[in-house]
């Protein structure tokens, strides 16, 4: 794949509008502010560098589900004036995707400028599973620029107009960001360094069904945690309360459980529990058995027991991926697991593991629990297209860069 970072010590770029297909979907708060700045922040450097080049740079990006019409609450205003403030220069905003707004400011850039187009997913177009409906969007973006460079991971998963069919109608390049993604999950799936551990969690387990499969083929540990636990717990056989399970997927875990051991990958499970009469922060709670949890409470952390053990089958690893949070770390109550396992995953770095953090969740849990990006190898930006990856899929938005 060419790169933007070839584009650039070619010197193609000066004068030329070169549309970026950036990874801009960040939380907002009721008020909307942005309360997880990572992927914006993930973003700036080929902005930048394009910028820099001469380029006169027109990125694109979704935030939330719209249902391909505008809403204010899916606006990329507060995005577009957080981008301004992390370049250090103008950020103009069209306040719409393909139409007068964006062919005003896109015509009135000069090199080195940037503007961020409105939500592409405010266009039914960018998302629409009929090729000709997709087609004809990508054709009004693509008519914006001479250039594109893919540099959104979070998406690249997705067959959409801005991902798949803009690289088809220009020439194009993978950006910094798409690049460091790749290099780091082919090292999670080409040359692992052992012993090689894998975090899981998050609430369900149905999730991440073709990434558990895959993992029994080339990990050596995986640990297991967050909501999934309770399905594996009751594939054992034990009583789970209130928590959440998926009781369509015992019998698959139960499958999962028989693989491990007849390959001799250790999956690790809690001992213990955090577990309360309801789910909120102020509810009675305490430490129990993970197998006898009350039948009239509900699983919201690995206990401290557990969080121990999770830690020292970690802290000797040299490759590290995770992928989901322990608990309910939202709520202070049920952070603690998730915290240690975020600790250890510093420790085992300090020591030269690679350490990978899956995005999603995962990342923003590490920042609201007062780590920062670089005690971590990588922070992916992309949870679902980096659980695709992993699970041996194709992902469109890279395979089309490679024509």
Sequence with gaps: MKTAHDLILAGELRGKRVLVRSDLNVPLDADGNITDDGRVRASVP?????????????????????????????????????????????????????????????????????????????????????????????????????????????????????????????????????????????????????????????????????????????????????????????????????????????????????????????????????????FSADAEHSVVAADSIPADQIGLDIGPESAKAFAAKLIDARTIFWNGPMGAFEMAPYAAGTKVVAQALVDAGAKGALTVIGGGDSAAAVRQLGFEDNQFGHISTGGGASLEYLEGKALPGLTVLEG
């Excluded at 992390?86 to 905003?93: C, Q």
């Excluded at 991902?163 to 960001?177: E, N, S």
């Excluded at 909501?227 to 056989?237: D, H, I, K, Y």
């Excluded at 051991?261 to 577990?275: F, K, Y």
């Design 46 to 278: 080929t902005i930048k560098a394009l910028s820099e080049a001469g380029a006169r740079v027109l990125v694109c990006a979704h935030l939330g589900r719209p249902k391909g019409a505008p809403e204010a609450r899916y606006s990329l205003a507060p995005v577009a004036r957080r981008l301004q403030e992390l370049l250090g220069v103008p950020v103009a905003f069209a306040t719409d995707t393909v139409g007068p707004s964006a062919r005003y400011a896109v015509a009135g850039l000069a090199d080195g400028q940037v503007v961020l187009l409105e939500n592409l997913r405010f266009n039914p177009g960018e998302t629409s599973k009929d090729d000709g409906v997709r087609g004809g969007f990508a054709d009004e973006l693509a008519s914006l620029a001479n250039v594109f460079v893919s540099d959104g991971f979070g998406v690249v998963h997705r067959k959409q107009a801005s991902v798949y069919d803009v690289a088809q109608r220009l020439p194009h390049a993978v950006g910094g960001l798409v690049q460091r993604e790749v290099e780091v999950l082919k090292r999670l799936t080409e040359s692992v360094e052992r012993p090689y551990a894998v975090v899981l969690g998050g609430a369900k387990v149905s999730d991440k069904l073709g990434v558990i499969a895959n993992l029994l083929k080339s990990a050596d540990r995986l640990l297991i945690g967050g909501g999934m636990v309770f399905t594996f717990l009751a594939a054992q056989g034990h009583e789970v309360g209130k928590s959440l399970l998926e009781a369509d997927q015992i019998d698959v875990v139960k499958g999962y459980l028989a693989q491990a051991q007849e390959r001799g990958v250790e999956i690790i499970l809690p001992t213990d529990i955090v577990a309360a009469v309801a």
